[in-house]
């Protein structure tokens, strides 16, 4: 039975079960268990409309290595540039037999949009200040595989917290899986809306740090600091960088973690990101196997009820029926 219904648009309407139901589909995938060619005769299209590595990547990688064929669309190649809507966009791929579509978006709810105008999977690979729920997940991942849980954690998310898709994604994964949440960073940073679900806000890394299992840097968003938000990088720095000191005020066993891409000396330096205590390389090699089981559950149950006959399936897509 499908752990999502059609589609992976944020974490914040998934229950508890359902994300652990995804975290133990990607053990699955990580150990190997899920069928080499249970996407045979998928098509994934991966259309990002903002820059990335990892995410892209992985993404490729997981869908192929379940037999998927994928599509990476490149808007600075394609009708865009003529005017053509995200929406027109997504019904044409799906036209030409698009069975999922992997969308990152400058503008938070693009997924969602695009989600009620078609018919073929949408999942969202970070849309705006919104959401980024995959990354979520691996987190989440990287978290249970470090620790056996979850729950109990003490987690200090520390930088710009204002423009980050990820912190909200990753807040409401620990949040509905029982870790204590504390948000660290300047005020012009860390907005107060977070206190009201529950997390814990201060703007003093040391009176932060002490007691955490898991610190997690975010990307400073060099982008967006034109209208002022810090002084200078280099003063966010010496506030806020994680050190190997710094991180020795945490707890005993306590770990770092950091999204990507990392600014090295800025939110953390180069002997933290990769010292005995960080997990960031294990957050990016998790990534195809949570990614996997995003593309599993939403597109391998799809392929049970269609049958062996994708072709047949993309020619009434193509002849216009069957559109909504």
């Known amino acids: ?12 309407p998934l229950s508890s079960g359902q994300i652990l139901a995804l975290l133990d589909l990607a053990e699955e995938a990580d150990r190997g268990h899920l069928p080499c060619d249970s996407l045979r005769g998928r098509v994934v299209a991966n259309c990002f409309f903002e820059p990335s590595t990892r995410t892209r990547t992985s993404f490729e990688l997981a869908a192929r290595r379940l037999g ?29 037999g698009v069975d999922a579509v992997v969308l990152r978006h400058p503008c938070a709810g693009a997924p969602h949009q695009v989600s ?20 979520a997940l691996l987190d989440l991942f990287t978290l249970r595989r470090a620790f056996g ?27 509905k899986l029982g870790a204590q949440v504390v948000f660290c960073g300047p005020p012009t940073l860390v907005p107060r809306e977070f206190e009201r679900l529950g997390a814990t806000v201060c703007h003093r890394l040391e009176e932060a740090l002490p007691g955490a299992d898991v610190v997690m840097a975010l990307r ?11 002084p200078s990088m280099g003063e966010y720095h010496r506030l806020y ?10 707890g005993p ?28 390389l294990q957050q990016v090699r998790h990534g195809v196997a949570v990614r996997s089981a995003v593309l599993y559950d939403l597109l391998a149950h799809q392929a049970e009820a269609a049958g062996p006959q994708p072709l047949e399936r993309r020619e009434l897509a193509l002849s216009g029926s069957g559109r909504p």
């Open 1 to 12: 039975m499908a752990i999502l219904r059609g589609h992976l648009l944020g974490l914040e």
């Open 68 to 96: 998927a064929e994928v599509v990476n669309f490149d808007p600075e190649r394609s009708s865009v540039l003529k005017g053509e809507s995200l929406v027109d966009t997504a019904l044409t791929l799906e036209a030409l």
């Open 116 to 135: 009620r105008s078609v018919r073929c999977s949408v999942v969202n690979a970070g849309d705006g200040m919104h959401e980024h729920p995959t990354q």
């Open 149 to 175: 849980r979850v729950a109990g954690l003490r987690v200090v998310i520390v930088g710009d917290v204002l423009h980050s898709r990820v912190a909200r994604s990753t807040w409401w994964g620990l949040s």
């Open 220 to 230: 400073m968003q060099a982008e967006r600091q034109a209208a002022g938000f810090v």
């Open 241 to 250: 960088g994680l050190t190997p000191e710094r991180l020795r005020r945490a």
């Open 253 to 280: 066993a306590a770990v770092l973690m950091h999204p990507g891409p990392m600014n090295l000396g800025v939110e953390v330096t180069p002997a933290a990101a990769y010292g005995d205590r960080s997990l960031v």
